[in-house]
C-alpha cells in the first residue's frame, strides 16, 4: 500500500508544504517572504506572521498540485527544529491540528538531518541515483555547517561542525557589507562569474581536524574592505565582481578542503553536498572537479532540494514512517536541536 505523506516546513522565512508518496515527491510548494529584504536578515516575528498568513493556502495549493484529498494523508511530518521559535510555531501548530482532524500519525523531523535526506528524493521515474551507505555529507546552511556520516537512512555521526559563523553567515555577511539585501548567498555566486578568483586573499583560518571557522574570513573582508575605501570610496563598487569570486572562492576552498581530509580519514568516497550553500556554482563545480581527481561518487542536489523545502521534510518522515516513529501531540519545537 502506498504511504503519503504531507510534509510541512516553517523553520526560518519560507513556507514550504510538499506531498510526498513511497519517496516521490507529487508536489513541493515555497512561499519566500521578501518582506525581510529590507531589514538586511529575518525578521523572527514578520516571520511567523507571515508563515501564519501562508500555511492554510500554501497547504490547499500543495494538495491540490499533488491531486490528493485530506483523507489521503496517512501522516503528517513537520519540521521541529533547529530554527526560529515563532516560525516552528506555526509549522508544529497546523501539522498537529491537521493530524488530529484526520487521526493520523505525527512525525517530527530535524531540519538539518532533512537537508542530507533530500539526497534520498526519488525522481518520477524512481531511476534517479541516490547514496549508498556509509554517506559523508557536507551540510552547509544560513545556520550551520557540518560534515556528517550518514550510516543508514536517519543515523548520522557529525564528525565536524563551526566553531563560530556558518558558511552561509559569511556570504550573508560580507554581502550586507558590500550592501547586498539579504540573503545575499545568491546574488554572491550570480556576480562571482563576471569575476576573477584571484584577485584578492582573504585570511585562511586554521582550524585543526574537521572543524571550520568563518568569523576571521568576515573580519578580515571588513577590515580589506574598510583599508581600501580609505583610498577609494568607490572601491566595492569598482571591484564587485572580482570581489565577490574572490570570496567565494575562498569559502569554497575551505569547505571542499575539510571534506576532502574528511574523506580520506575515514576512507569514505561516497560524498554529498547539502543545504543552502550547495546551490552554489562555485561549490557545485569545485566538487565536480574534487570529485574527478580523488574518484569519488558524487551527489548535488537539485537545486529546488537545496534551500529550505518542504520535500525533505517529506522523505525523512517517510521513513520515519517506515520504522514507526511518530511523535505524541505533547512535542513542542525546538530552536536548538
Ligand atoms: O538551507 P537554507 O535555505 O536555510 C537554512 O537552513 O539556513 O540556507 C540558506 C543559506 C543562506 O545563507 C543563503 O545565503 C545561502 O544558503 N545560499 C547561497 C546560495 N543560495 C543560498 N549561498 C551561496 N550561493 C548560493 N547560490
Ligand atoms: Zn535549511
Known amino acids: 500500500m502506498a504511504v503519503t505523506i504531507l510534509a510541512i516546513e516553517s523553520s526560518c522565512d519560507d513556507t514550504s508544504v510538499a506531498v510526498v508518496r513511497d519517496g516521490h515527491v507529487l508536489s513541493n510548494l515555497i512561499a519566500t517572504q521578501e518582506i525581510h529584504m529590507a531589514y538586511g536578515g529575518v525578521v523572527p516575528e514578520l516571520a511567523s506572521r507571515a508563515h501564519q498568513a501562508n500555511i492554510v493556502p500554501v ?46 500519525p505525527l512525525i517530527e523531523v530535524n531540519h538539518l538531518q532533512a537537508h542530507v535526506m533530500a539526497h534520498f528524493i526519488l525522481d518520477e521515474n524512481g531511476k534517479n541515483r541516490i547514496p549508498s551507505f556509509p554517506f559523508l555529507c557536507l551540510l552547509v546552511s544560513g545556520g550551520h555547517t557540518r560534515i556528517i556520516v550518514m550510516k543508514s537512512y536517519l543515523e548520522m555521526e557529525v564528525i565536524g561542525n563551526t566553531i563560530d559563523d556558518a558558511a ?41 581536524g574537521l572543524d571550520f571557522s568563518f568569523s576571521g574570513l568576515k573580519t578580515s573582508f571588513l577590515y580589506f574592505l574598510r583599508d581600501r575605501i580609505k583610498e577609494n570610496p568607490d572601491f566595492i563598487e569598482n571591484n564587485k ?20 581530509k574528511a574523506s580520506v580519514q575515514t576512507g569514505i568516497r561516497e560524498i554529498g553536498i547539502a543545504g543552502g550553500v550547495s546551490a552554489n556554482s562555485g561549490l557545485r563545480i569545485g566538487m565536480t572537479e574534487e570529485a574527478e581527481n580523488r574518484r569519488w561518487n558524487l551527489f548535488i542536489p537539485e537545486f529546488r532540494y537545496t534551500t529550505d523545502n518542504a520535500a525533505m521534510i517529506g522523505i525523512t518522515g517517510y521513513y520515519k514512517f517506515l520504522r514507526g516513529e511518530f511523535s505524541d501531540h505533547t512535542v513542542v519545537p525546538l530552536a536548538r536541536f
Open 59 to 104: 497547504t490547499h495549493q500543495a494538495m491540490h498540485k499533488a491531486g490528493i484529498k485530506a483523507e489521503d494523508v496517512d501522516a503528517v511530518a513537520f519540521t521541529r527544529g533547529p530554527g526560529l521559535l515563532g516560525s516552528l510555531l506555526v509549522g508544529s501548530s497546523f501539522a498537529k491540528g491537521f493530524a488530529l482532524a484526520q487521526d493520523i
Open 241 to 260: 565582481a572580482d570581489l565577490c569570486a574572490s570570496l567565494q572562492n575562498v569559502i569554497v576552498s575551505i569547505l571542499i578542503g575539510k571534506l576532502a
Open 168 to 208: 552561509g553567515e559569511a556570504f550573508d555577511k560580507c554581502g550586507k557589507v558590500m550592501g547586498f539585501p539579504y540573503p545575499a548567498g545568491p546574488l554572491i555566486d550570480k556576480m562571482a562569474s563576471l569575476g576573477d578568483k584571484n584577485a584578492f586573499s582573504f585570511a585562511r583560518p586554521s582550524v585543526k
